[in-house]
């Protein structure tokens, strides 16, 4: 008894200290465990698992607007990033280098891939001559490494997971409805797959990607309120194209160079998802990215077990058949209340109890993770309510991290509005902006928080620039993030 009492005291509440919240629930839960290697975290089977379901998600997406996977070298030569000098410049600080193999120094240095846009660009140069090699759409699931001053699993460690797209067009054209198309992939993705509502945009210059002509992200708002840069699509330019000299004849016989863009998601996604609907039980795992969507849980004295479980094996063969992914927990060591508490706490999305009597009435019982109170339904019909409790579940999650997000933002017109709200509260501001590096760096300086993105859809349009009281050239959506 003791040990069920005490289960959920083993994580620290939300309000006490959202990190350690975060630590417990992850380690808890048995998602990651930490490596001998500084910032660099172990994927446990339930945490990757998370990952397949992202990555294959993603990837049918990807490939039915065209893309292709390929696989493309972690090293990475110095003289490469020399080509690009802002994207040098904007990587260098975290960049691990290979000076030395096989027990003899190399001539030139190599960089442990902390993204592709250089080694995309060196083939692309070798494989694109004409108009009709264009337009190449390759995506890449790699490993990455930056050596990043603080670490926090799946959201910044060192070396981590992910996908990054590099495409090539004729024109401008093709490459920023590329972009978009691809932001567009991300938001719908991380809205109707992982139940976490973002809010679409532009980054300011200040914060695009280095080598970029314009970035564009999806914002996610956590419970601590803090953002987190859930995707990422960029428009290149030529910039790589003239830096790696990817130039193709064009219908005319002319010689041009093409237009790239990049764009990716990584294993932040998880940490995210974790941080946007977790709760002081636990996990709170969206039904279409968890790994078991549904526990089955038989319940019932020792004399009825046999029976009991026999018709559990039936029903879970009738859900299994129809692709849910379904476990049965009939170990009769521990309670059903402790199992409960275990499943709540990993996130199960929904958890079903069948004993004797429900047996005698032909029903079942349903008790979602999140959003409703236990319910019977019939067990000739538990394939049609199961899945619609799990549709359920993933938009009752949308929701109510929707309504947090609408709770914890304010419009301001002001830096000292700003600056209150964030004393006093957590969450995003929107703000009107004028267009100045310097304005943006103050808003920084001064309050902790960063331009996350120019929204596509504001909730409203600012006049005036919150810091220097000019004309607004945008409204800007400021937080603290991570």
């Known amino acids: 008894m003791s040990k069920e009492k005490g289960f959920v005291t083993e994580i620290t509440p939300q309000s006490e200290d959202f990190s350690r919240w975060y630590i417990d629930v992850i380690r808890k839960a048995e998602l990651m465990d930490y490596s001998p290697v500084r910032g660099c975290i172990v994927f446990r089977p339930d945490g990757y698992e998370l990952w397949e379901n992202i990555q294959r998600e993603l990837d049918r997406r990807f490939k039915e607007t065209g893309h292709r996977n390929a696989y493309f070298p972690v090293f990475i030569p110095e003289s490469f990033f020399q080509k690009e000098k802002e994207h040098v410049e904007g990587f260098n600080p975290e960049l691990p280098w290979v000076t030395e193999a096989g027990g003899e120094k190399l001539e030139e240095r190599l960089a442990i891939r902390p993204t592709s846009e250089t080694m995309f660009g060196h083939m692309y140069a070798k494989w694109i001559k004409s108009y009709r090699d264009l337009p190449v759409l390759i995506n890449q699931w790699a490993n990455v490494v930056r050596w990043e001053k603080r670490t926090l699993p799946f959201l910044r460690t060192s070396e ?58 999806v914002e996610a708002m956590m419970k601590d309120g803090r953002a987190v840069q859930a995707g990422t699509s960029h428009y290149l330019g030529t910039n790589f194209a003239e830096a790696f000299d990817i130039q193709y004849l064009d219908r005319n016989n002319q010689l041009q160079y093409v237009h790239t863009t990049s764009w990716g998601v990584s294993t932040r996604l998880i940490g995210s998802l974790i941080m946007v609907h977790g709760d002081d039980r636990g996990l709170v795992l969206p039904p279409k990215v968890a790994p078991t969507q549904v526990i089955m849980v038989p319940v019932g004295p020792p ?46 999305p929904l958890r079903i109890e069948l004993g004797p009597r429900d047996m005698e009435n032909g029903v079942v019982v349903l008790a979602p ?114």
């Open 160 to 217: 981590f997971l992910w996908q990054e797209g590099h495409t090539a067009h004729e024109n401008e054209e093709d490459a920023r409805a590329e972009t978009m198309r691809m932001l567009e992939i991300y938001r719908d993705f991380i809205e109707n797959f992982l139940a976490i509502p973002v809010i679409a945009g532009q980054k300011t210059p200040s914060e695009k990607f280095a080598g970029a002509i314009d970035t564009y992200s």
């Open 303 to 348: 004399k009825t077990r046999e029976q009991v479980i026999a018709k559990v094996d039936e029903l879970y063969a009738q859900l299994k058949a129809a692709g849910v992914r379904v476990r049965v927990d009939d170990r009769d060591d521990v309670s059903p209340g402790w199992k409960f508490n275990e499943y709540e706490m990993r996130g199960v």
């Open 369 to 482: 993770r999140v959003g409703g109170d236990k319910r019977t339904v019939p067990q000739d019909k538990i394939v049609e309510e199961v899945l619609k409790a799990l549709d359920e579940i993933h938009n009752t999650m949308f929701e109510l991290a929707k309504k947090f997000r609408e709770e914890h933002s304010r419009s301001v017109d002001t830096l000292d509005e700003l600056k209150a709200f964030m004393e006093e509260s957590r969450g995003f501001v929107e703000a009107g902006w004028c267009g100045s590096e310097a304005c943006e760096r103050q808003v920084k300086d001064e309050t902790g928080a960063t331009s996350r993105n120019i929204p596509f859809e504001p909730s409203s349009r600012k006049t005036k620039c919150l810091v220097c009281g000019e004309e607004a050239a945008h409204t800007v959506v400021f937080a603290r993030a991570y």
